[in-house]
């Protein structure tokens, strides 16, 4: 199985704040990554998929970046209904692994 | 607009199956584009892909390997709809297990609302 180790496990931040999420794969996945939010209680919400391409209606404050091995979650300027956990997932082959997840939290 | 509803019992006791249906709304389970995913959540797991079915002139399954030898994803065309059976279920099992539609490869982009379920005598 491909693994994918998310960075950092949980990150203090506030308002306004620009934050940078990791995820590492294991091996290659070339474009193969996507980016969900979980908040309790709710289904994860896809932020991004094939590493860079912003889901409809998601914000543009949100933005993904990476190929290969290494990628990004960058939200520019953090609002209060940002703060959640996020998973990265790699799609590039079965089964489909998520990360441990970042819990991004009000500072 | 695609909606999946979930059902299914929120208690089992070990060593049974566990079975869960989604029902489609708004695209079909037999598309040649999409597949339907089963995912899981727990606090010891975090999330975890459990498995999926899909139709490409047959149908296909994919599963997790810490659960294919207990597995069953199926699809139901009559009721446009799939199930997951899981037996010989242990506590390890317990989680609120997700139906989700990955549209196109990958894009896990509509979700069930959830069914917490708990594995316990």
């Known amino acids: 199985d491909i693994q994918t180790t998310q960075s950092p496990s949980s990150l203090s931040a506030s308002v306004g704040d620009r934050v940078t999420l990791t995820c590492r794969a294991s091996q290659n996945i070339r474009s193969n990554l996507s980016w969900f939010q979980v908040k309790p209680g709710r289904a994860p919400k896809l932020l991004v998929y094939a590493a860079s391409s912003l889901q409809s209606g998601v914000p543009s404050r949100f933005s993904g970046s990476g190929s290969g091995t290494d990628f990004t979650l960058t939200i520019s300027s953090l609002q209060p209904e940002d703060f959640a956990t996020y998973f990265c997932q790699q799609t590039y082959n079965t089964p489909f692994t998520f990360g441990q997840g970042t819990k991004l939290e009000i500072k | 607009q695609v909606q999946l509803q979930q059902s299914g019992p929120g208690l089992v006791k070990p060593s049974q199956t566990l079975s869960l249906t989604c029902v489609i709304a708004?695209?079909?389970?037999?598309?040649?584009?999409?597949?339907w995913n089963w995912v899981r959540q727990s606090p010891s797991r975090g999330l975890e892909w459990v498995g999926r079915?899909?139709?490409?002139?047959?149908?296909?399954?994919n599963y997790a390997v810490s659960v294919e030898s207990r597995i069953t994803i199926k699809p139901d065309t009559s009721n446009n709809q799939f199930s997951l059976q899981l037996n010989s279920v242990t506590p390890e099992d317990t989680a609120v297990y997700y139906c989700?539609?990955?549209?196109?490869?990958?894009?896990?982009?509509?979700w069930g609302q959830g069914t917490l379920v708990t594995v316990s005598s």
């Open positions: 989700a539609r990955e549209s196109v490869v990958g894009k896990l982009d509509y």
């Open positions: 708004g695209d079909s389970v037999s598309s040649n584009s999409a597949a």
């Open positions: 079915t899909y139709y490409r002139s047959k149908w296909y399954n």
